[in-house]
């Protein structure tokens, strides 16, 4: 019998690629961090001698959700300021909030605390678009999540950086800084159109094709944008960067929400993906992003959370259910996004948006070991027809009992192994006090 690290057997195995398959009495077997096959139980029993085994008999395992838009550090402005209109939500409380508050500190504490939820929530992977790149990383590299951190570009002045030369400067350190870690990879992260020019937005295109990273910006998020863009370029965004060459398949415009015919067409015929944020362009009254056609055309569409402070929370399983509802519902057909097209946009999606699919996304020999298991038999879930759709339109983040992040289990039996709970709930509370404070009464500084 073969040596292995770890042996995983499961009621039901859902490996996301082949594409609507369910495994029944499988197993997965793990050693250095990687799946080295998936098997039926009987087989793998008799193949393998693992140092540590696993009997979920009530379980489906599947796939390591993939967050592909988060503002991580944003968990601490969680519940700041609910309920209000988009550009007021903005300008009088979350921007005022981040120039007082944004610090190296401001970031490891929140990326702890959103790194320690998503686990939680079998999120095993996030790709996040914040200043303090650099802490963002090591963050999720002490908890052992995998993520992607965006080399941020804004033109206006920041904490983090003076102009946008500057920000691309450092945004290349921090690529340099974790060149050879395996659980953090890195993307050009420009804003948005409204907050990027042309001249950094057209050099952020070439950096990204000789360091052969993405591009992860918000893209038609609101008819506000569109506007400003018609009446600033007398183009609309896309268009715009259309023209600066930015539409490839590295690119990943978020939002998506006020698309017409041609432009989708567009998107589809340069193979960029499109990351949708179900939740929180509900929240904010963004709008609708037609995530039918766009995979009618052959689209990659992956799922994020957005930022906790406009969500609120970071529960990809959630997400997941919503971005099937919501699909059928914009598209006017009940079978317009089934359970296991949202669960692919979650999880295999998302990798591949990131560029990371030959790592992770899927349940197959030779990825990395992210996986998780859902208890299924809890009476939530009861009785079991069809594995996906109970996971997708019933399961829910508390029923995630395990997670294992290359090979590492990172939960066990719902306990973070990797994170002090009391240690991170605590520094949340107090950034809490000091927050609300100067929220109530206004509170402003400059960067």
């Not at 992607?148 to 570009?153: A, E, Q």
């Not at 050009?188 to 950096?207: K, M």
């Not at 023209?243 to 432009?263: C, F, K, N, Q």
Request: proline share 5%; glycine share 6%.
């Amino acid at each position: 019998m073969q040596p292995i690290d770890t042996l995983i057997k499961a009621r039901w195995i859902i490996p996301v690629e082949p594409d609507d398959v369910v495994y029944d009495q499988h197993a997965v077997a793990v050693h250095e961090g990687r799946i080295l096959d998936v098997l039926p139980a009987t087989e793998a029993e008799s193949r393998f001698q693992p140092a540590v085994s696993h009997t979920l008999s009530e379980h489906a395992l599947i796939p390591g959700l993939v967050n592909s838009h988060t503002h991580a550090a944003m968990t601490l402005f969680r519940g700041l300021a609910d309920d209000l209109p988009l550009m007021e939500w903005l300008n009088d409380h979350i921007w005022p909030a981040e120039r007082r508050w944004i610090s190296d500190e401001f970031v490891q504490d929140g990326v702890r605390l959103a790194a320690a939820e998503m686990l939680r929530g079998g999120t095993t992977c996030f790709n996040d678009m914040y200043f303090f790149p650099d802490d963002t990383g090591r963050a999720a590299t002490a908890v052992g999540v995998r993520a992607v951190v965006g080399l941020i570009v804004i033109d206006f002045p920041t904490v983090w950086a003076r102009d946008a030369d500057e920000y691309l400067m450092k945004g290349l350190d921090v690529h340099d800084q974790f060149r050879a870690d395996p659980l953090v990879h890195t993307a050009f992260a420009p804003h948005a159109p409204y907050t990027v020019a042309d001249a950094p937005l057209e050099r952020i295109g070439v950096l990204a094709e000789e360091l052969d990273i993405p591009i992860h910006m918000h893209v038609h998020e609101t008819d506000d944008e569109i506007r400003s863009s018609l009446e600033s370029h007398g183009k609309r965004p896309l268009a715009r960067l259309d023209d600066i060459g930015l539409l490839s398949p590295r690119l990943m415009a978020v939002h998506m929400t006020h698309v017409e015919e041609a432009e989708i067409a567009r998107v589809a015929d340069c193979n960029a993906s499109v990351v949708h944020a179900p939740e929180s362009n509900l929240k904010l009254a963004s709008g609708f992003c037609p995530v039918s056609r766009f995979q009618q055309l052959g689209v990659n569409v992956a799922l994020g959370t957005d930022g906790a402070a406009s969500n609120n929370d970071l529960d990809m399983l959630s997400e997941t259910r919503t971005a099937a509802l919501l699909g059928k519902a914009v598209a006017g057909s009940p079978s317009a996004i089934a359970a296991h097209t949202s669960l692919r946009m979650a999880t295999l999606n998302g990798a591949r948006a990131l560029g990371i699919d030959h790592i992770t996304g899927s349940l197959e020999a030779g990825k990395s070991a992210d996986m998780v298991a859902i208890d299924l038999g809890q009476l939530e879930t009861q009785p079991v027809y069809h594995p996906i759709s109970q996971v997708v339109y019933a399961g829910n983040r508390r029923q995630v009992s395990d997670v294992w992040v290359a090979g590492r289990h990172v939960l066990k039996d719902r306990a973070l192994v990797t994170v002090d709970e009391a240690a991170v709930i605590a520094k949340a509370k107090a950034w809490r006090e000091r927050i609300w404070e100067a929220d109530r009464h206004g509170g402003e500084c400059d960067w």
